[in-house]
C-alpha cells in the first residue's frame, strides 16, 4: 500500500511539474527565445554580432569590439550603416581627468545584457552603467553615474564630419562614401554646465563647432549628478530630418517604454512563425536565426523621403519604402524566399526598390551588392534576376516585370560578368556569349583582361554555374511576357554548365580558352586562395552540385540516381587531405566541414537536400538533422561560417519548419525534416499554413507517412501554392526512416525542362 502511495505521489508531483514547465513555456513570447549572442565567436572570419534594432530598421547598433572575446567595447555605439560595419558617431560617457579622454574611449565592461530591442552594461572602470533602447530612426540611452563626487561628461565622436553644439543639443554628420552622409541631432535632459571641443585638460567653450577625422565635442555636467539620459534621431537627409525623426519617434526620455515599444514590434514580426515542442533549445535556435533574417534590408524612406546613393539625391518614395543594404548573393537563396512567405509586402517594396536603384544608376543594370553608400558589386553573378522571377512566380505582382526584365537583361548582358567588377562587358564576356563558359588560365598565365579584378581573379566555374542559372531565370521572365524569342534563346543558354563539365570526373572543371580541360587539378585544393582561379571561396566538391535550376539533368550527369547518392556520401567522407591549418589557410570560407562539405557558406545550402531528387528524402532528413546539431547550436560558435545577416540562418528557419526552397524561381519546396511538434506559419488574410508532427520526439527525424490537407501525400516536395492556400502538412515522424516514402519517381521534386528544339 505504502508502495502504492508513493509512486501516486511521484506520479502526482511529476505531473504538477510537468504541466508547471509547460506554463512557464507558455508564457515565454518568440523575442523571449532569442539569443543574440549566438555566433559572437566566428570559426575563422567575421562573427555575428550581437545587433539591437526594430526589424528591417534604419538604426541598428552592437557593442563596438572585434568579437565577444574583445577586453574592451570603444565607446557606445549610435548607429550602425552597412551590415558588419563599424558605428557612424560614438558616444563616451567619462569621469575623471580630462586630460585622459580621447574620441573614443575604450571600457572595460561586466553584466552585459542584450535582447533585440535592449541593451545593457556596465563599464565597470568608470563605474558607469548604460541603457538603451531603439526605435526606428532614433534612440535613447540612460547612463547611471554612482560616483557622485566628481563631473560627468558626455563625449560625442564624428569619425569623419563636423559636430555643433548648443546648449543641451549636438547635432552634425559623418561621411561615409560616395557622398553619402549621416546625420545626428541629439539632446539631453539635464543642460550641461559647459560644452565645447577639448582642450588640455579642460573644455574650450569658445569653440562650439568641430570638424575633421575623428572630431568630438563635450558635455560636461556637475557632481552630484546620478543619471544623464541622451536620445536622438538619425538621418540620411538632413540634420532637420533626423531632428524631426526623432521627435516623430521618442517624444520623451522614457526608455522603457521605448524597450516596451520595440519588444512588441519584434513579437508580431517574430510571431509570424509560431513553433510548439518540447526542445526549448531549438526554439531558441530558431527564434534567433529568423531574428537575424531581420537585420537586412533597411528602410531609409523618412517622412516619405529617401536619400539614394545611387544618384545622390532625395527622392519622393511615393508612399512605397525604399529599402537598401542586401548582399544578394548571399540572400537570394534563402531570405528572399522566406519573406516572400511571411514578409509579401516588404519583399514587394524591396524589389521595387532594386527597380528605383537600376533607374538612377547611369548604366541601368540590376544592382549586385546595394548597400546604404550604393552598388559595391561585390562577388559574383547577377542573381537578382533570382529575387525577381522568384517573387512574381510565387504571386508578388507589386511591381513593373518589364522594367525589372530591362534591369535584369542589363546586368547579364552589358556589364562584365567578372567578379568585384563594375566595368562594361569585355572580351571576356563575349567569349562567355560565344562558348558557354567563363575561360579560365592555366597556371602562370598571365591575366590580360582589364576587367579581371587583381585580388578576385576570374572564379570560371562559379561564374559559369552561377550565370547559367541567371539565364534561366531571365529566360522565365522573358516566357512571362510573352517574349518568345528571347526566352527560348536564354533558356536554352542556361544548359551551358554542360560545357565545364568533365565527363571522366564527373565534377565541373574549368576550361581555359581553347576549350581543354585544366590539367593536373585538384577538386579540394587547385585554384589559390579562397579556389579563386578556379570556383570561389568553396572548392570543386561545393560547386559540383551548383546547378540549381535543373537537378534532374545533374542527376543523370553524375550516373543516375544511386550513383548521384553514393557521390554525395563520398564528398561528406573525404577528408580535409592536409592538417586543418593548411586546409582553412587556402579556404578560410569553406568552414563547417563534414568531410568536403560545408555547411559555413551559402554555395551549399542546398546539397543535403539533394537527395530527394535521387529518391531518397531519408537521407535528406538524417543529414539536415545532423547538420544542425553539428553546426548551429546555442552557443557562442554557434554558427559555422559568416552569416551574412540572414544568409545561413535563413537556411535554419526553413530547415527547422521542414522544408526549404532549393530552386528560386520554382515556385515550391523540398521536404526535410521537422525540428517540432507544430509549426504554424501566418501566411497573411486570416490564413495559416500549419506543419504537424504525429508521434513527436526530438529524436524522430524519420518521415514514416504524410498527409497534404488530408490527402495521402508520397512526395518529397510541395508547391508554394499548396503552402498559400492554408492548411495542414501532417508528417508521421519515427526514430528510424521509412525508406520507402516518397522514393518512386513520380515523388521526386521537378527540376526545370530545356526547350525543344
Not at 526589424?55 to 568579437?67: F, G, K, Q, T
Not at 534567433?288 to 545611387?310: C, H, N, P, V, W
Not at 541567371?470 to 529566360?475: P, V
Not at 559568416?642 to 530547415?655: H, I, Q, R, W
Amino acid at each position: 500500500m505504502k508502495k502504492y502511495l508513493y509512486s501516486l505521489i511521484l506520479s502526482v508531483l511529476l505531473v504538477t511539474i510537468c504541466s508547471n514547465l509547460a506554463d512557464a513555456q507558455m508564457g515565454k513570447q518568440p523575442v523571449d527565445y532569442v539569443n543574440p549572442y549566438i555566433g559572437n565567436i566566428s570559426h575563422l572570419l567575421v562573427p555575428t554580432y550581437p545587433t539591437v534594432h526594430l526589424p528591417n530598421s534604419m538604426l541598428r547598433v552592437y557593442p563596438e569590439r572585434d568579437n565577444f572575446t574583445s577586453n574592451t567595447i570603444n565607446g557606445l555605439p549610435i548607429v550602425v550603416t552597412s551590415h558588419r560595419g563599424s558605428s557612424a558617431f560614438n558616444l563616451s560617457p567619462f569621469q575623471g581627468d580630462l586630460k585622459n579622454a580621447k574620441s573614443t574611449v575604450p571600457y572595460g565592461y561586466d553584466n552585459e545584457v542584450i535582447k533585440p530591442y535592449y541593451y545593457a552594461v556596465d563599464l565597470d572602470d568608470y563605474g558607469i552603467n548604460v541603457q538603451f533602447a531603439p526605435s526606428h530612426q532614433s534612440g535613447i540611452y540612460a547612463i547611471n553615474f554612482t560616483d557622485t563626487n566628481r563631473p560627468a561628461y558626455l563625449i560625442l565622436n564624428t569619425g569623419d564630419g563636423s559636430l555643433q553644439v548648443n546648449g543641451n543639443v549636438v547635432s552634425g554628420f559623418q561621411k561615409l562614401g560616395n557622398n553619402t552622409k549621416v546625420y545626428i541631432y541629439l539632446e539631453t535632459d539635464l543642460q550641461p554646465s559647459a560644452s565645447g571641443t577639448h582642450q588640455d585638460d579642460g573644455i574650450n567653450v569658445k569653440m562650439q563647432s568641430t570638424s575633421g577625422r575623428n572630431a568630438y565635442l563635450i558635455l560636461k555636467y556637475a557632481a552630484k549628478i546620478k543619471q544623464v539620459k541622451a536620445r536622438y534621431g538619425v538621418s540620411f537627409i538632413s540634420i532637420e530630418q533626423a531632428k524631426k525623426n526623432l521627435q516623430r519617434e521618442i517624444r520623451d526620455y522614457n526608455l522603457e517604454q521605448v524597450a516596451q515599444t520595440g519588444k512588441n514590434i519584434w513579437n508580431a514580426a517574430l510571431g509570424k512563425i509560431m513553433v510548439q515542442g518540447t526542445d526549448e533549445t531549438a526554439k531558441t535556435i530558431f527564434y534567433t536565426s529568423l531574428y537575424r533574417t531581420y537585420e537586412r534590408m533597411i528602410s531609409l524612406s523618412e517622412d516619405g523621403k529617401y536619400f539614394s546613393a545611387f544618384d545622390g539625391k532625395v527622392h519622393s518614395d511615393n508612399g512605397v519604402p525604399f529599402f537598401t543594404d542586401d548582399w544578394i548573393w548571399d540572400t537570394y537563396r534563402a531570405t528572399h524566399p522566406l519573406r516572400v512567405i511571411i514578409e509579401p509586402k516588404m519583399e514587394g517594396d524591396m524589389i521595387n526598390s532594386y527597380l528605383r536603384m537600376a533607374e538612377q544608376m547611369d548604366d541601368h543594370w540590376m544592382p549586385t551588392f546595394p548597400e546604404v553608400t550604393g552598388d559595391s558589386r561585390r562577388m559574383n553573378s547577377n542573381h537578382g534576376v533570382a529575387t525577381i522571377i522568384d517573387a512574381y512566380n510565387k504571386g508578388l505582382k507589386t511591381f513593373n516585370l518589364d522594367e525589372a526584365y530591362r534591369y535584369c537583361k542589363a546586368g547579364i548582358t552589358e556589364k562584365t560578368l567578372s567578379p568585384w567588377s563594375s566595368k562594361k562587358a569585355g572580351v571576356l564576356d563575349q567569349f562567355f556569349k560565344d562558348n558557354g563558359y567563363f575561360p579560365a588560365l592555366r597556371a602562370g598565365e598571365k591575366e590580360t583582361a582589364p576587367e579581371v579584378h587583381g585580388f578576385e581573379k576570374r572564379q570560371p566555374i562559379a561564374v559559369t554555374l552561377g550565370t547559367v542559372y541567371d539565364e534561366w531565370c531571365l529566360g522565365n521572365i522573358a516566357q512571362q511576357l510573352g517574349k518568345t524569342d528571347e526566352a527560348n534563346y536564354f533558356l536554352d543558354k542556361s544548359k551551358s554548365y554542360h560545357t565545364v563539365f568533365n565527363p571522366d570526373t564527373r565534377f565541373f572543371h574549368p576550361k581555359d580558352a581553347n576549350g581543354k580541360f585544366i590539367e593536373n587539378l585538384d577538386y579540394r585544393f587547385s585554384g589559390g586562395l579562397g579556389a579563386r582561379e578556379t570556383y570561389d571561396e568553396n572548392n570543386g566538391w561545393l560547386y559540383r552540385w551548383d546547378v540549381l535550376h535543373n537537378i534532374g539533368d545533374l542527376v543523370n550527369m553524375i550516373g543516375g540516381k544511386q550513383t548521384f547518392v553514393d557521390e554525395l556520401e563520398k564528398m561528406y567522407n573525404t577528408p580535409l587531405g592536409k592538417s586543418r591549418f593548411d586546409f582553412y589557410h587556402q579556404l578560410p570560407d569553406h568552414t563547417g566541414n563534414v568531410g568536403q562539405f560545408s555547411m559555413g557558406n551559402e554555395p551549399a545550402m542546398h546539397i543535403p537536400y539533394l537527395y530527394n531528387y535521387a529518391g531518397q528524402p531519408w537521407r535528406t532528413q538524417k543529414r539536415v538533422r545532423s547538420l544542425l546539431t553539428q553546426w548551429f547550436r546555442n552557443d557562442l560558435m554557434g554558427i559555422p561560417g559568416d552569416e551574412d545577416g540572414g544568409g545561413l540562418t535563413s537556411f535554419v528557419v526553413f530547415s527547422q519548419m521542414g522544408f526549404y526552397p532549393i530552386t528560386p524561381g520554382l515556385p515550391m519546396y523540398v521536404i526535410g525534416s521537422p525540428t517540432f511538434a507544430n509549426v504554424k506559419i501566418d501566411i497573411g488574410k486570416g490564413k495559416k499554413f500549419e506543419v504537424a508532427c504525429l508521434n513527436y520526439a526530438p529524436e524522430n527525424k524519420y518521415i514514416q507517412s504524410a498527409k497534404l490537407n488530408g490527402i495521402p501525400w508520397n512526395k518529397s516536395w510541395f508547391s508554394h501554392a499548396d503552402l498559400m492556400k492554408g492548411g495542414k502538412l501532417e508528417l508521421v515522424m519515427g526514430k528510424r526512416p521509412n525508406k520507402l516514402w516518397a522514393a518512386d519517381d513520380s515523388a521526386i521534386p521537378p527540376s526545370f525542362k530545356m526547350p525543344a528544339k
